[in-house]
């Protein structure tokens, strides 16, 4: 018999990184000895796209699955499963690495450039000024190459024909 604890990664639940399969004792199947998953919390806390996979609403969601078919493996069309899922509140770790606040000039500074409707306006004037600049250099440079063509041209009127 086996045993497996599967950790879900909610972006992807078809996802099995996360499992951990143990082949059980004759004591632990009769209940005498405990079964024992040595799991990481913490690495899978570490990073903002691990918490967006393993910690739906500050929830560490999991399954123990027990086996009865010792030749099957995960995936394998077990002949038989009992899953127990649960889950863990994690809540408080959450408020633990919470980031300190900002002071309130500072939040609203950052209010003020994260405004979406402010963003859109900035991203247009931007886009405004970068489109003037390169019109006017065109713009020169026409003017330029138009001021060249009349000095050739006058340069050739002047020049008598023998």
Do not use: K
């Given at each position: 018999m086996r045993v497996a604890l599967s950790v879900f990664n909610m972006l992807r639940t078809s996802d099995y990184s996360q499992n951990i399969v143990k082949a059980l004792t004759p004591d632990q199947i009769l209940g005498r000895e405990s079964i024992y998953f040595?799991?990481?919390?913490?690495?899978?806390?570490?990073?903002?796209?691990?918490?967006?996979?393993?910690?739906?609403?500050?929830?560490?969601?999991?399954?123990?699955?027990?086996y009865h078919n010792p030749e099957m493996d995960l995936g394998g069309g077990q002949i038989e499963r009992n899953p127990d899922r649960r889950f863990l509140d994690f809540s408080d770790i959450e408020a633990e690495f919470e980031e300190p606040p900002l002071p309130d000039?500072?939040?609203?500074?950052?209010?003020?450039?994260?405004?979406?409707?402010?963003v859109a306006v900035i991203v247009v004037f931007l886009s405004g000024l970068v489109f003037y600049s390169k019109y006017s250099q065109y713009f020169q440079q026409q003017r330029l190459v138009a001021a060249s063509e009349r000095r050739r041209e006058h340069s050739r009127s002047a020049i008598p024909a023998s």
């Open positions: 040595q799991v990481a919390t913490n690495t899978l806390y570490r990073s903002s796209r691990h918490r967006q996979r393993y910690y739906a609403g500050g929830r560490l969601y999991f399954e123990v699955d027990l000039w500072l939040s609203s500074f950052f209010y003020f450039f994260y405004e979406p409707s402010l």
